[in-house]
């Protein structure tokens, strides 16, 4: 509770107006999620409700894309589709390029080691298809209350209930043979409890998953969708997908473009539940799913263009709580209304875009705000002349990932904490403040820019901006040193694929090598602020 609740609101996800959505219009105002009182004490600790994977705001993010161009906007007068799922380079790689033929198979693409069929982006001869994260909220967590006298019941708000329970053994390989380890699952109306397993969480914790709920048909749906040679063929195949939240691409040889959202969304009694919620009471259980025909689709769309970035489907308030990275939406869309028609070389090079769409928001009030600063106005300058593309060459690039590092930092730990604060420099959790920061970005004396550790001063957003470019050249020129060729991105932004074993055998590491991009580029470049 190191913020309340009235801070958390402040932070939950919210969808600026006019941003960019896969499908449909984009929004015309504002809108957000709240979370409301559960009834019951704290469930979660502070560093746990950033961090956790119940967490009301999803963490962890990913930077895949995919963008499709119909005939009339490409200069050979065909589609033009461009994908990219995107994530963590390591050894083994994820996916592998195969080709299965044979029987009523013939396609290639990316496949996941020991999966059938192609998953992640294929093409069959007729349609091709990619796949980004779909974002939905399709997982709930209820903690439970078993019976004092009996842990084999819990409470629900008809009394008493026996738990589901199953026992299992796993062997688990051992010099000379293996040994055995006993497991005890308990099940209740709401899913398994995972506490048992899963330390960070709550006791008592259960998960409502509909991958858990009966048959799963996914995988009938992805090898139909390897077959499928319409649109309407691709789109009944992605019905039969249950657990996944994704949106796919598609374009077929006839010129024809599309976008399916495919996800299993609850229909809650209470609405929306950002966090845990009580397990005894049923006033927060599902009653239904959202039917596959409401879920948002495209087909060749009047622009002549459908492009994922994470972002969400459509103005709608049911598919979810976290779409948070729409800058590369943003940048995309600036592309995508410069001309009329794109080269597949364009277009190839727009998947590799590195032009920096965050950087279009804050190097101006950077400029503004500390071009009166003697020590500052050099660099202000800098920026200010910069072309904001996040290219290996760039020294620019370094400062102004510094400086939104300690925007951040200096902006939301007074606030948050500095445990939270913390969290946010992991993976690609770096998105959720700089979403905050930019919802009050045109606000410069309201928001979270006060400090409200100084009592005696109201700082305002130049302020913060001041400090924080400060912070940054100390950073940067205590690491890299004051010769500014050596701050050039692709010297301190490098990319090392690792295998298992590369801690201690090193040479079967792969890189490191420089790399492009942040995590706000197309072109994804995400990094650890503490070891880029």
Not at 106 to 119: E, F, N, R, T, W
Not at 473 to 502: C, D, S, Y
């Amino acid at each position: 509770d190191h913020a309340g609740a009235a801070t958390l609101n402040r932070l939950l996800p919210w969808v600026p107006a006019g941003a960019p959505v896969i499908s449909g219009e984009a929004p015309r105002a504002e809108t957000a999620v709240t979370v409301r009182d559960p009834g019951t004490r704290t469930i979660l600790s502070d560093e746990t409700a950033a961090a956790g994977p119940y967490s009301p705001v999803l963490m962890r993010q990913r930077a895949s894309n995919w963008m499709i161009f119909s005939g009339s906007r490409t200069a050979t007068g065909k589609a033009v589709f461009t994908g990219s799922p995107d994530l963590e380079a390591v050894i083994p790689s994820l996916f592998y390029l195969v080709h299965l033929k044979g029987g009523s198979y013939d396609v290639i693409g990316g496949s996941i080691a020991g999966l059938p069929g192609v998953h992640a982006v294929g093409f069959n001869g007729r349609i091709a298809w990619s796949i980004t994260v779909g974002n939905g909220d399709n997982v709930d967590f209820f903690i439970e209350k078993p019976d004092p006298a009996n842990p084999d019941r819990y409470l629900t708000e008809n009394g008493y209930r026996n738990f589901t329970v199953f026992n299992d053994t796993i062997k688990i390989k051992v010099k000379g043979g293996f040994r055995e380890e006993k497991l005890t699952i308990r099940v209740s109306r709401h899913g398994p409890v995972i506490s048992a397993v899963m330390k960070a969480f709550p006791a008592n914790c259960t998960m409502l998953w509909p991958g858990l709920m009966g048959r799963d048909g996914s995988m009938d749906g992805l090898l139909t969708l390897n077959r499928a040679r319409t649109f309407a063929e691709f789109r009944s195949a992605l019905g039969m997908v249950r657990g996944a939240s994704v949106h796919l691409g598609y374009a077929d040889v006839d010129g024809n473009i599309g976008y399916q959202y495919v996800s299993t969304l609850p229909v809650r009694k209470g609405g929306e539940n950002p966090v845990a919620m009580p397990g005894e009471r049923g006033a927060h259980d599902w009653t239904g799913f959202l039917p596959y025909e409401r879920h948002p689709y495209e087909y060749n769309p009047k622009k002549g263009y459908v492009a994922s970035f994470n972002q969400m489907p459509e103005t709608a308030p049911f598919y979810g709580t976290a779409f948070f990275l729409f800058e590369r939406g943003y940048r995309f869309e600036e592309m995508a209304r410069a001309k009329k028609r794109f080269t597949v070389d364009e277009i190839r090079a727009m998947q590799n875009d590195t032009g920096s769409h965050l950087a279009k928001r804050f190097v101006p009030l950077i400029a503004a705000a500390c071009v009166k600063d003697s020590s500052l106005a050099p660099y202000a300058k800098r920026l200010a002349e910069w072309d904001r593309f996040v290219s290996t060459e760039s020294a620019e690039a370094t400062l102004f990932n510094a400086f939104i590092t300690k925007l951040i930092g200096n902006t939301f730990t007074d606030e948050l904490g500095a445990k939270i604060v913390d969290e946010f420099f992991k993976d690609l959790f770096v998105s959720i403040p700089v979403q905050w920061m930019i919802r009050y970005i045109d606000k410069p004396d309201g928001g979270f820019w006060d400090d409200i550790s100084t009592k005696d001063a109201r700082e305002t957003r130049d302020d913060m901006i001041v400090k924080s470019m400060k912070d940054a050249i100390v950073q940067v020129t205590e690491k890299f040193g004051k010769n500014e060729k050596k701050w050039a991105w692709g010297r301190v932004h490098t990319m090392l694929i690792k295998h298992p074993l590369g801690t201690v055998l090193p040479f079967l590491n792969l890189g490191p090598y420089s790399y492009a991009g942040d995590d706000f580029t197309i072109h994804a470049g995400w990094w650890d602020r503490y070891n880029p």
